[in-house]
């Protein structure tokens, strides 16, 4: 089975102010432009309670449920969707989790310190519960990309000599530099 990273540029401190108002008419219009993707989480995982109910959970502030913890994540993600914006990711797709230390060596042959891995970890930027499995979370705030823009702006293109490799990093860059130039911050998902 094979994974890939879904990115999105999304503003984390409005994503967090609509999740702090608990407004019911929002929890419903959300869940209605939503609707399709919630439905194939409730196709695909069969959970004790619709995906729907998770993302209420999330926007109307209830008590989280344990069972099935990870529709949270997913219905972030759908969050995600729908009050940013998904990003190209044809380097991270189709993948196994080896991608990540493949390309993190690869940029580190080129003179680049960059951990790939950072991506998908310390969370989404958003209080979830956390879930025993997929997706893996990630983010970058806005005041933070350039650090990371600088570190991998060290890789040197001429010793970068594997064609995939060079294209993850490169799109990875491009993230950070999309999101930096439209003022966004960066959550990424694994799956």
């Known amino acids: ?28 219009w959300a869940q209605t432009r939503c609707q399709t993707e919630l439905a194939e989480l409730d196709d695909y995982f069969e959970p ?30 759908a969050l995600c969707n729908l009050w940013g914006a ?9 993948m196994r989790y080896a991608w990540f230390e493949d390309v993190t060596q690869a ?26 499995d997929f997706p893996s979370m990630g983010h970058i705030v806005h005041d933070h990309l350039q650090s990371h823009l600088n570190r ?13 490799a060079a294209t993850a990093v490169n799109q990875v860059r491009s993230w950070l530099q999309e999101c930096q130039r439209d003022d966004m911050d960066l ?3 694994y799956h």
Request: glycine content about 8%; overall charge negative; some cysteine.
């Open 86 to 94: 998904p990003m190209a990711n044809e380097g991270w797709w189709g």
């Open 152 to 164: 991998l702006n060290a890789t040197d293109p001429s010793r970068l000599t594997d064609a995939q």
């Open 107 to 132: 940029a580190a042959q080129s003179g680049a310190a960059y951990d790939f891995t950072d991506l998908i970890t310390g969370g989404p930027g958003v209080n979830i519960p956390a879930g025993d």
């Open 48 to 77: 004790s309670r619709p995906a729907a109910e998770y993302l209420a959970d999330l926007m109307l502030g209830r008590p989280y449920v344990q069972s099935d913890a990870h529709l949270y994540g997913y219905s972030l993600k």
């Open 187 to 189: 959550v990424c998902f």
């Open 1 to 28: 089975m094979s994974y890939s990273i879904m990115p999105y540029k999304i503003r984390l401190s409005a994503l967090n102010d609509v999740l702090a108002t608990h407004d019911e008419a929002l929890a419903t």
